[in-house]
């Protein structure tokens, strides 16, 4: 939540005093609390510690997406975010394995301390090769008020539409992953093992969406592939929902369309946030931030709902996976 939140903070800052500050500011803000974390005697200043490494971590989702338009413009946005897009989802991946082997070999503490240690490593990088993006036309309107950014940008129908469509999306596909994870050991009772490499079906989905996302860039319309995409996702979570109600219920018959919407949503998301940053001019930071922000609180919301309605049959799953494709269709 912490996260969502300042992605709105993040991509505004960046509209009026340019790129390079708000994510130096912001690297060192995550560094600091890392370390604070890790120095940690109590809960309080384990989750004080941990609410500024969020805050820090923030930035990057954001401005990230902004500097690519920046450097590459409009025209080629959706295949560099569609890259970037692909390039994140190997964090999930990565991050596990070298976790528990510093948790088992060096104790809790070493995981935010090698964190630490990488963000040093990232803002030394960024200080000395990262130069100012923001473009000159941009740079000379600062004396907008963060509200009124947003008021523009969210008055705009189409600006709107591209937003909430990545966060129902994402809503449909981060509850499509918890709700397998809950089935699998809970309700077909597979060892955590399988579950890890039926699993691998949602990152290849994910990758090969992105991937298809770049390939059709520029060929086909950005309102075009939003539109696939969503259709793509009702499809599934309908056939999702049918096999489900017949009682055939088998690892496959919740992977296959797990594959399926992580598909889609790799097919969409590059062309929402694209479509969002094109449409904001010199509002393009503002822009990114609202749409990681609806990307991040869609996941959010979808789960926490089936949290709150799960009673360990597929049906709750089903529910809320289809009230998120549907909404973003």
Known sequence: ???????????????????RPVLLASILLFICGCVLAA???????????????????????????????DVFGTDGLVKVIAYLLMAYSMGP???PPIGGFLVDGFGWRSVLIFAAV???IVGLLSYFTLYETRPAADAS?????????????????????????SGLCSGAFFTMATGASVLMKDYLHRPASEYGLYFMLFPVGYWLGNLTSSKLSGRVSVETM????????????LGFSALVLAGNIVPLTIFIPGFFITFAQGIALPNTQAGAIRLAGSLAGTASGIGVFCQLFGAALFTQCYG??????????ILVVSIASVLSF
Not at 4 to 19: E, I, K, N, P, Q
Not at 40 to 67: F, H
Not at 142 to 160: E, I, K, V
């Open 39 to 69: 120095l940690a005697d109590n809960i309080w200043m384990l989750i004080a510690g941990r609410l500024i490494q969020a805050a820090g971590g923030a930035c990057g989702l954001s401005l990230a997406r902004t500097i690519a338009r």
């Open 308 to 317: 709150l309605i799960a009673d360990g049959t597929p049906v709750p799953l």
């Open 141 to 165: 309107d600062r004396r907008r008020s963060l509200a009124s950014g947003y008021r523009q940008l969210l008055g705009d129908a189409r600006f709107t539409a591209l937003v909430l469509q």
């Open 118 to 120: 990488i963000g040093g």
């Open 1 to 19: 939540f912490t996260m969502a939140v300042l992605t709105l903070v993040y991509g505004s800052l960046s509209d009026r005093y340019g790129r």
């Open 226 to 237: 939003v539109l696939a995409g969503s259709i793509l996702l009702v499809v599934t979570a």
């Open 93 to 95: 991946l990565v991050a």
